[in-house]
């Protein structure tokens, strides 16, 4: 960064690849390492604007041969809100022996209701979880099993049933073959 940059509010640093590199590099040892140590890792992904937030795990396929897990939309994804708790409760329930199918119902994960599992297309994998690829050390053209939990509305319908609250559908893609 050069002196004027230092000395004007203003001013925004140049991009550094070598920085953003060596940045990167961390966090995918971060979580490799919590990956070694307790099985899986949690990301949380905000809302740019032009989505909802979601999160996903990344380490079940590798820890347990179970498809990593994705939610979208129960909150901002904020560390320790709804989204990573429910998260946290699917991968410590997987590391516990738990399966989640596709085509099921799953109970006890968000309050009063069910989450249905479904199935994610992989052409999805690598736009919306494409770090699962970055720390497994594989490329999109690798197939990354994913599952969906999809939560209800107050009155427990799904996204695909006739009556589902309208204002909730696009906090949630349905992200399905």
Known sequence: MSRDQRSTPNASPEPDPAA??????EVERQVREE???HGFHVVLVQSDGSGPA?????????????????VFGLDDGEQGGPLHELLDLAGERVRDGERFVVGTLVEGLVDRFACAVRPVAPQRVAEYLDFVHRIAGTGPEVA?????????????????DAGFAKDLAPLQPLLGK
């Not at 979601?54 to 994705?70: A, C, D, K, N, Q």
């Open 20 to 25: 953003d590199a060596a940045a990167l590099a």
């Open 35 to 37: 990956i070694r140590a």
């Open 54 to 70: 979601y999160g996903f795990t990344v380490g079940l396929w590798s820890s347990y041969r179970h498809p990593e897990i994705v």
């Open 144 to 160: 990354v099993e994913v599952v969906q939990l999809v939560w209800p509305d107050a009155r427990g319908r799904f996204p695909w």
